[in-house]
């Protein structure tokens, strides 16, 4: 009998195994797929099979918004897969990228190709490090807005030639050093200063939901037949959104400022009874 009840404490102070369940690995496991994805891309840049290159990439980029909600979703966020999902927007929006358009085009521009593929490389690196060391830090007013172009969409637009040259093959390939320049110029954009909107913490009013909804399939029926020219038109109408993003960032700033300085104002009017510098009342003697 006591022997029974010594194996039952035995059994009770057995200490648990500690781990992460099943549940909270598919975020990470979507994380891995899209790097996966990214860095086969540039193996069909290698077979010079362009257009499942940049599939690639978009498959990433989809992937990339998906493992995001899937881990708030699941309540399975950790500071692991924060910084894992930083690593991996390198790999795929970076590296990837750079490697699949110097193959495509920058390569015969020998040296020089090479550099502004570093170039992109190093500027979508550059906008992670800003994203995740301001992501705490940023006003109220800025909550709908990113500070330069986030990153898959600044592969998107530095792959935006490759995506013209599959959508228009008649009109032939774009010289080396237009791309060149046009890389340069994407990279810059994602280390800018530029506000650009984030299309995922938007919300959309009752009354534009069924045009938007419209919209959306719109958009998928123009992937499902021709994906090139509909990915153009996308990025294209994206770079529209630009000047708009930057009047309303300016105009929501300017507001902010203003509403600022009237509590200031408001402090400085608010005598203070300490520094008052009025007579003093007397008291009476008795």
Not at 40 to 64: P, Y
Not at 193 to 220: C, D, H, N, Q, W
Not at 246 to 252: F, G, I, V
Request: proline share 7%.
């Amino acid at each position: 009998m006591m022997s029974e009840k010594r194996n039952k404490r035995r059994t009770r102070r057995s200490p648990r195994l500690k781990g992460l369940s099943v549940h909270g690995l598919i975020p990470n496991a979507i994380t891995v797929s899209a790097t996966c994805a990214a860095l086969t891309g540039v193996r069909f840049a290698l077979e010079q099979r362009w257009e499942f290159a940049v599939g690639a990439i978009l498959l990433a980029a989809m992937l990339d918004a998906l493992d995001g909600r899937m881990a708030r979703l699941l309540n399975a966020t950790s500071d692991f897969g924060a910084q894992m999902d930083s690593l991996s927007d390198f790999v795929a929006f970076g590296v990837s990228p750079a490697m699949i358009m110097y193959f495509w085009s920058l390569n015969g521009l020998g040296g020089f190709g090479w550099v502004v593929a570093l170039f992109f490389a190093v500027c979508a690196g550059l906008r992670l490090a800003r994203f995740n060391s301001r992501i705490d830090s940023l006003p109220s007013y800025a909550y709908n807005y990113f500070q330069g172009v986030p990153a898959p969409a600044g592969a998107g637009l530095g792959m935006l030639p490759l995506i013209f040259f599959l959508a228009f093959p008649e009109l032939g390939q774009l010289p080396a050093p237009v791309i060149a320049a046009w890389m340069v110029g994407g990279g810059l954009l994602m280390v800018s200063e530029l506000p650009t909107y984030s299309f995922k913490r938007i919300k959309v009013p009752r009354r534009f939901l069924l045009p938007v909804m419209a919209l959306v399939g719109l958009a998928v029926a123009g992937l499902a037949g021709q994906p090139w020219v509909t990915l153009f038109v996308v990025l294209a109408v994206y770079m529209a959104t630009f000047p708009v993003s930057y009047r309303s960032y300016k105009r929501l700033r300017e507001e902010a400022d203003r509403l600022q300085d009237d509590e200031d104002d408001d402090e400085d009017d608010t005598p203070d009874s300490e520094d008052s510098s009025g007579p003093v009342p007397l008291r009476p003697v008795t």
